[in-house]
C-alpha cells in the first residue's frame, strides 16, 4: 500500500506538498483579446493555493495553438509578465504551480488565424457542435495535416513555451496531450491517418509528444514537468478503436521519461466513447513507477478510496474547486461544498463566479 490520505503532505519529486489534493486545469476565459494574464487570474489561483498543486488552466503555445476565445497565452514578453503576476502571488504560499501546455491544433476555426484553416495530424473534420470564435458560433473545417516542417517549428514553439514559463516564475509545466487537442490528435487513431514518421505505429503515433517532451526538457529537468491524458475521453469527438492499445504503449514509454507525474482523466462524468470497457488507474499502476494524478468526477470518498487502495497518489478537482476555493479545508472538516456552477460563468469575462466564492469561515459562505 503507497499511501494513506488526501489531507498528508507528499513529496512529489523535489516538491513537499502540503497535501494530495490538485487543481484541475480549467480554461476560465478571462484573460483578454489579447490573453495576456492579469491580476483576477492572479487572485483566483491565489484564492485556490491551499490545493497541494495547482495546474494552470490551458495555455496556448503560439497564436497557431489558439481554439479558445480569452485563454491565455505564452509566447510574448507581455503574457509571461502577465502569469508573473501570477506565479508571485501563489509563491508565498508554499504551493508549486505547473502551467498547463496547449496547442487546440482542429478544435479550432479560421477565425482564430486570419482566415487560414486549423491544423492537425491529418484533415479529419470534428465532428461536433459549434465552436465560439471571436466572429459567432460556427460549424468546424476540416483542419489542414501539418506537414514534415510544420511539425518541426511546432515542436519547437512547445520548446519556446516552457522557456517562457520558467521566466514566468512558473515551478513546472504539464504538456496537455488530453481532451481532443493537438497532440491528442496524434495519439488516437481516429484523428491520425498519417502514413508517414507520426502515424501508424504506435511508436509513430508516439511520436509527436515524445518530440514535445524532449523539448520541454530542454527547459525543465524531468522532476518538474507532467503529461496529461484521458484513454476514456470523448470530448471534442475523439476515442479510436484501439485506445486500450495506444495508451497502454503511451504509458509503458511515458514511464521511462521519470517525470514529476502522469495526471490521468480515468473517471467517466465528461462521457465515454465506448469502444470498449473503460480504462482504469488499476491497469495503468503496474506500467508506471512514478507518481499518477487521478481526474474526472472524483468525490472526496472515493479520491480517499482510490488512495487507500494504492491506484493514485494525488486526485484533481476541477468543477468542485470552481465554487469552493477552499475545497481541501471543506473536505478535511467535512463542512458542505457549495452547490456546483451551472455552465453560465464558466468562461465569462471578470470576476463573477470567479473569484466571488468566498470560503467557509468567511462571514457569508456563499458567493459575496
Ligand atoms: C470550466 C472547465 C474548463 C476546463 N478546462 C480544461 C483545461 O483548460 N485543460 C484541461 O486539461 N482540462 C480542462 N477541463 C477538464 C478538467 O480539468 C477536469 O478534467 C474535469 O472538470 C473533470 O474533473 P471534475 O469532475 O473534478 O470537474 C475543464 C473543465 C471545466 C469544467
Not at 40 to 54: F, I, N, P
Not at 260 to 277: N, P, Q, R, T, V
Request: with cysteine.
Amino acid at each position: 500500500m503507497k499511501t494513506s490520505n488526501l489531507y498528508e503532505p507528499v513529496s512529489l519529486g523535489n516538491f513537499h506538498l502540503k497535501n494530495r489534493i490538485v487543481l484541475a486545469p480549467m480554461t476560465r476565459g478571462r484573460a483578454g483579446s489579447e490573453r495576456v494574464p492579469n491580476e483576477v487570474m492572479a487572485e483566483y489561483y491565489h484564492q485556490r493555493s491551499t490545493a497541494g498543486l495547482l495546474i494552470t488552466e490551458a495555455t496556448v503555445i503560439s497564436k497557431q495553438g489558439i481554439g479558445w476565445i480569452d485563454s491565455p497565452g505564452i509566447y510574448t514578453d507581455e503574457m509571461v509578465e502577465g502569469w508573473q503576476k501570477v506565479t508571485s502571488r501563489t509563491k508565498p504560499t508554499d504551493t508549486p504551480i505547473f502551467l498547463q501546455l496547449w496547442h487546440c491544433g482542429r478544435a479550432s476555426h479560421s477565425d482564430f488565424h486570419d482566415g487560414e484553416l486549423p491544423v492537425s495530424a491529418s484533415a479529419i473534420k470534428l465532428n461536433g457542435d459549434q465552436i465560439h470564435t471571436p466572429l459567432g458560433s460556427k460549424s468546424y473545417e476540416t483542419p489542414r495535416p501539418l506537414s514534415l516542417d510544420e511539425i518541426k517549428t511546432t515542436v519547437d514553439d512547445y520548446r519556446k513555451a516552457a522557456i517562457n514559463a520558467k521566466a514566468a516564475g512558473f515551478s513546472g509545466v504539464e504538456v496537455h496531450s488530453a481532451n481532443g487537442y493537438l497532440i491528442n490528435q496524434f495519439l488516437d487513431s481516429k484523428t491520425n491517418h498519417r502514413e508517414d514518421q507520426y502515424g501508424g505505429s504506435f511508436d509513430n503515433r508516439f511520436r509527436f509528444l515524445k518530440e514535445v517532451l524532449e523539448a520541454v526538457l530542454e527547459a525543465w529537468t524531468p522532476d518538474q514537468v507532467g503529461v496529461r491524458i484521458s484513454p476514456n475521453g470523448v470530448f471534442n469527438d475523439m476515442g479510436g478503436d484501439d485506445f486500450r492499445e495506444i495508451y497502454l504503449h503511451v504509458v509503458k514509454e511515458l514511464d521511462k521519461f521519470n517525470l514529476c507525474y502522469l495526471h490521468i482523466m480515468d473517471g467517466l462524468a465528461f462521457g465515454f466513447h465506448e469502444k470498449g470497457e473503460p480504462m482504469s488507474l488499476a491497469e495503468f499502476r503496474p506500467l508506471y513507477r512514478g507518481n499518477i494524478i487521478g481526474n474526472c468526477g472524483y468525490t472526496k470518498e472515493t479520491a480517499e478510496k482510490r488512495i487507500e487502495e494504492g491506484n493514485a497518489d494525488l486526485i484533481a478537482f476541477g468543477r468542485p474547486f470552481i465554487t469552493n476555493p477552499d475545497l481541501p479545508e471543506r473536505f478535511r472538516n467535512n463542512r458542505p461544498l457549495n452547490p456546483a456552477e451551472d455552465m453560465s460563468l464558466w468562461y465569462t469575462p471578470g470576476s463573477e463566479g470567479y473569484t466571488d466564492y468566498a470560503p467557509f469561515d468567511a462571514p457569508s459562505s456563499v458567493k459575496t
